[in-house]
């Protein structure tokens, strides 16, 4: 199994770089390698997607070298299962409320003797070839990042006890929910949502983990196509393709 370039950067205190997609595309796939790029990321909770399309962007991603990551549709334990078997090694988990949520999510995604996660796909055991199955299984382990979002005024309420659960050490946030949460819809600016985050964010950084933006960074290839043809419109003249 390839090594998850996203954990290898955070033991470093680095910040790993990729794409994030909410489409699929072998080509930008193979741009993120060809740049030497260190993952690439898939929205499954807002994007159309399927089982078999993330087998193809796991394959993809481990050929060029990079860390395939995604964001699951929620927290049932079939659908975590079914993405993680697919061979994801950073998976980016929505509405995380309570320490009893989140040691479920522990015991889903990993194996004994952290979780119990059910055994295994083939892809995820190399068709076999793996002999030493605990030591496997243990790479597994090793190799997956889990990140919660925490996204709702609860969520943050509950932020103290959430932060005692083991084997979580990242997480991410959801500014437009959780201004929802407060009465504040579509205003993830509003000053209250922002105190709410600067206090969840100084405690998660004082229990001694991270939030996402402090490990990885990314280019939204949307938003990066929106933003060029705007320019071409501003400035009348496109980009060439070579």
């Known amino acids: 199994m390839p090594a998850n370039k996203i954990i290898e950067k955070m033991r470093l205190g680095q910040k790993a ?31 159309a997607t399927t089982p078999e399309t993330i087998n193809r962007f796991c394959r993809m991603s481990d050929g060029w070298g990079l860390t395939p990551a995604m964001r699951v549709p929620d927290q049932i334990q079939s659908n975590i299962l079914n993405y993680i078997d697919r061979g994801m090694r950073v998976i980016t988990i929505p509405d995380l409320e309570n320490k009893q949520q989140a040691e479920q999510l522990v ?12 055994y295994t796909s083939k892809r995820v055991t190399r068709f076999g070839l793996e002999t030493d199955l605990k030591a496997m299984m243990d790479r597994t382990n090793d190799e997956l990042l889990i990140v919660p979002q925490i996204e709702s005024i609860t969520a943050y309420e509950n932020l103290d006890e959430i932060l ?21 819809p579509g205003q993830p600016d509003h ?47 496109g980009i060439k393709g070579y």
């Open 107 to 118: 015991e889903y995604c990993y194996f004994a003797p952290r979780g119990r996660r059910s």
């Open 164 to 184: 005692i659960v083991d084997g979580i050490e990242v997480f991410a946030g959801g500014p437009n929910d959780l201004a929802q949460s407060m009465g504040f």
């Open 17 to 47: 770089v990729g794409i994030s997609l909410s489409f699929y595309s072998d080509e930008i796939i193979e741009l993120a390698g060809a740049m030497n790029l260190d993952f690439v990321s898939f929205d499954g909770q807002h994007a």
């Open 191 to 237: 000053p209250d949502c922002l105190k709410i985050t600067e206090e969840g964010t100084a405690k998660i950084h004082a229990a001694g983990k991270h939030r996402d933006a402090d490990i990885m960074v990314s280019v939204d290839a949307t938003i990066a196509v929106r933003d060029a043809v705007n320019a071409m419109l501003s400035a009348g003249s």
